[in-house]
């Protein structure tokens, strides 16, 4: 139980730092992008989401407004999300080991 309990808390401090990486990402890239500076490279982005901060990623597209026209993060970050979520939901309720 000890070391259920202890890879739950890995987890959530693992998305939680690799989502506010992800939604800082956004912010930074779209900070640079209005004062046109050197960006933050598209594939760097969706490593980030991929490798856990499709949430962060998702609402830093909303909430910065950036990205919101290209289909490539329009429509696959929240496909991303959705696949995150449904890998998490598999693995609650015990489908996935």
């Known amino acids: 139980m000890q070391l259920e309990s202890f890879l739950i808390n890995s987890l959530l401090v693992y998305l939680t730092v690799v989502n ?3 939604f800082s990402l956004m912010g930074l890239d779209k900070k640079k992008a209005t004062h046109q500076k050197y960006r933050i490279p598209e594939k ?6 991929i490798i856990g901060g499709s949430l962060g990623g998702v609402l830093g597209m909303q909430i910065f407004r950036h990205k919101t026209k290209h289909s490539q993060f329009k429509y696959g970050f929240p496909l991303i999300l959705v696949v995150h979520l449904l890998l ?3 693995f609650w309720i015990g489908v996935l080991p």
């Open 44 to 49: 760097q982005l969706f490593i980030w989401v």
């Open 20 to 22: 506010t990486i992800s």
């Open 88 to 90: 998490i939901s598999m």
